[in-house]
């Protein structure tokens, strides 16, 4: 197994994690007030768009060859670290 192959397994795995977290803090945030859920509402668009985009370059990395794969390893995991800050934001925001 290549090293482009054994990162896409990886990153989606990560997506998967992720996916489930967003769920589970949009669950979380309709129980605020009704302020504070526009709030978390707001963030979570944001973070669905993040996640968005990280699909999005898992997918093209995923059909690139390994090579090709490595090259774009770095501006994915800058993708992957904007994710887990905004997540880690608004996580910490509903006070999980």
Same mark, same amino acid.
């Given at each position: 197994?290549?090293?482009?192959?054994?990162?896409?397994?990886?990153?989606?795995?990560?997506?998967?994690?992720?996916?489930?977290?967003?769920?589970?803090?949009?669950?979380?945030?309709?129980?605020?007030?009704?302020? #504070?859920? !526009?709030?978390?509402?707001? +963030?979570? %668009?944001?973070?669905?768009? /993040?996640?968005? &985009? $990280?699909? *999005?370059?898992?997918?093209?990395?995923?059909? #690139?060859? !390994?090579?090709?794969?490595? +090259?774009? %390893?770095?501006?994915?995991? /800058?993708?992957? &670290? $904007?994710? *887990?800050?905004?997540?880690?934001?608004?996580? #910490?925001?509903?006070?999980?």
């Amino acid at each position: 197994m290549g090293t482009n192959t054994e990162y896409v397994a990886k990153m989606k795995e990560q997506l998967k994690k992720w996916d489930e977290e967003l769920d589970a803090l949009s669950a979380r945030g309709e129980k605020a007030s009704q302020e #504070a859920r !526009e709030a978390y509402r707001e +963030q979570l %668009k944001g973070l669905r768009a /993040s996640r968005d &985009a $990280a699909q *999005k370059s898992f997918v093209q990395m995923r059909a #690139a060859g !390994e090579k090709a794969g490595a +090259q774009m %390893k770095h501006g994915m995991d /800058s993708a992957w &670290a $904007a994710m *887990k800050k905004g997540l880690d934001k608004v996580s #910490a925001s509903l006070g999980a």
